[in-house]
């Protein structure tokens, strides 16, 4: 991924992510607004019915002001200008002076201001003067002046009630007859009689002009007075206000619970938000580890060699990595979903193969694996090492078999390169030393057929004489007779040399073994010089070997000995052969007084083609070592403590 | 062993035995060593004859004898027997004066001619020898002046220009001339010279 897109991929990603922060804030804006729209809207309504309640009640005071100064203008009437006190007026008065009509007594004067009688009667511990003061006075004279009622102003009365009174002139015929004087409990008016609805919603009370409060329909205070209403009360007037306060409303618990369960619920919204978002990281960060976990799987099976095939329970395949692909030669596409036969493999061993497929499928596998020759796609064969293991799933169900496959044909084909090459070292070592055999034989040979024809030449020169010794001439004759015998026997020793050229395994007396092999290097070793001396241990048990193989490694280890005491003097060049039981083992050794092995040749002496001989190959005593391992023996040196090496020929001895 | 003889120097029995029978069916003497070093124990100075050396032999080779009798002055004709594989030592050891070399396996009638010149030729030097000895015995008995004139002599120049160089008188060369040719038992300057130069050009052996 280039990194431009990364970030624009971020960029949306965080939009992405701060979408439901926004969303959430939002509507928690738009539900506050609304809350608070409504609780306005609300309020505005309220007031609204506050300020119409609060017309109707003093509409309603007024309109009670009205009619209780019309029945004191008709009461008056009745008894100032008819003079007359009917029972029926009577009752009309008694029926005036009420709570709910808030007048507390009715008083009349004549036209010179004199009380003429009141309801109720005036005791005797009342004073007039309380009713009748100078105000009284001044109001009764205002309200004939002006010919209507006049309401006075509120003063205290005894027991602490405030109280006004107003004053209706009445007229007859004959004129200004006397006043009618209602005396009003401020109290009693504002608060006697008010509807139930109206006493629970609102707190009345009046106020001076001061702004004290003379009078209140209830002692408790309204918690606030927001929603209050003040308005004149004229009448009476004089500076009085009437105000009325909505008591706190019962809380709108429906809105509360809305707007707290709003809140709650927004709360909620963004802790979950919350909670999703670092799930979603949570999420994105294992995501993201799966990935690369799954990416670093993918690219391990990618690149590597061994090819990984997986097949289920049927031996369908379901997976194969690209190693498989690019040793069969198939696309993945072309192999899986394939059942047996697979295109992979080889038609010649098709019945094998599925032997082995099956097996495979029973789970008979061999835990070692197995080598199969299969087939590529362009034809090429090549041998396979496939391991079949056990496919379990994460849940623990065995699913299928998991196959690894390894082209081992280069190894194979080494090995075997390997193996005939060893053959051919075997065999051109052996045609070497046989040659040298060969060689040395046909120059031992030489020896009596050359003193044969010297004989013979002699012979025919005494025959050309005159004179013929018999005697002399038998004599001769034997002699080429036992030089005759001399090449034969040396014949017949090569004879037997290359007639045991098949190698086999066969109870070997190791002592015979090595008088003849000696017997083979005699000739040899006396030409150059050499003493072969032998310590044989007598009854030593046999050794299942291949007389020849044995036979050219004591030669070998003999002639090496030779080699190594070529510049020796002439009393130093002695090679010792040795037998000896050792336990279960029987020890040849061959000792020389030779130059000795250093340690860097000792380290390398068994390597292929290493040699310190100019004509060397190299190859003796690696071939002499494969022997020694072939008959489970084995092929060491060791320091002669007489100066030179020795080298030891061990092999197990045969059990009966 | 003043006589001249074939002296057969090999390891092998067999071998010693057949040559000495068949040189004896040629009237060739010889000795038989079955090794060098034996041989070379018993060697003489004045030994004659020939050597037939094996070379590949047990102990001593017959390059080592061969090398041990030239050290010693020895200058007997060696003829080496030699097998295949020892045919470019062979050739060396001829370049360094050995008389031949025969391969094995060899021709019987060929080894012994080759043995017989080898005896001639041994015969010859040692007369070639005989007579040097006595060259120089005789030069030995001369005078100094004898010597002079005899030098002249054999220069070719006649008597009276001998006189002039040694300012001597014709009568005086005439008498050291006839001395000389006494002394040397030779009747002319062309047999002087003769023997003379047997002595100084050595014929190579």
Known sequence: MSPPQTTALSVRQRWLTAVPYLTVLLFLVVIAALVWFTRSYDEEEQRATLISDVLWMEQNLQFKLERNASQLAQIGQEILAADRHLPQTSAALRQLVRAENGLVRVMWLDAEGRLKGALPPIGEGEMLGEQLGEQSAANLRLAQALERRVYGQVYAAAGDRLQFEVHVPIYAENGFVGAMIGVYSLHDLVTHDLPWWFAERYRVSVLDSDGHELVAKSKVAPLSDRQSYTMAFDPPGGGLTLQVTAYQGETRWVQVLLIGSILLLGGILVWSVLQLRRELQRRHRAEQALRSESLFRRAMEDSMLTGLRARDLDGRITYVNPAFCRMVGYSAEELIGRTPPMPYWDPEFLQQTQDIHDRVLRGDASPEGFEIRLRRKSGERFDALIFEAPLIDAAGRHTGWMGSMLDITAQKRAEELARQQEERLQATSRLITMGEMASTLAHELNQPLAAIASYNTGCINRLEQPEIDRSELKDIFDRIGRQARRAGDIIRRVHDFVRRSEPKREPLDINLMIREAIGLIEADSTKRGMRIETELEEALPSVAADPVMIEQVIVNLVRNGMDAMRDNPPARRTVRVSTRREGDTLVVRVADNGTGIDAETGRRLFEPFFTTKAEGMGMGLNICRSIAELHHGRLGFETNPDGGTIFTLSLPVETP | ?205
């Open chain 2, 1 to 205: 062993m003043t006589q001249p003889c074939a002296h057969i120097i090999d390891d092998d029995e067999a071998i010693r035995d057949a040559l000495q029978w068949l040189f004896k069916t040629r009237d060739v003497a010889c000795a038989t060593w079955p090794s060098a070093e034996n041989f070379l124990a018993a060697l003489q100075p004045g030994w004659r004859g020939c050597v037939v050396l094996d070379i590949r032999m047990e102990g001593m080779s017959g390059l080592e004898c061969f090398d041990v009798l030239r050290q010693r002055g020895n200058q007997l004709p060696v003829i080496f027997i030699t097998g295949h594989g020892d045919v470019p030592m062979a050739v060396a050891a001829l370049k360094k004066g050995a008389f031949d070399f025969i391969e094995k396996p060899f021709n019987d009638s060929d080894l012994v001619d080759i043995v017989t010149r080898a005896l001639e030729i041994d015969a010859n030097n040692h007369r070639a020898e005989t007579t040097r000895e006595t060259v120089e015995t005789r030069l030995a008995l001369l005078t100094a002046r004898e010597q002079e004139v005899m030098e002249l002599i054999l220069a070719g120049k006649f008597n009276k220009v001998i006189a002039d160089d040694l300012c001597i008188s014709m009568r005086t060369v005439e008498a050291h001339r006839s001395k000389v040719f006494e002394k040397m038992e030779v009747r002319s300057a062309v047999e002087l010279a003769q023997l003379v130069n047997l002595v100084r050009n050595r014929p190579p052996h």
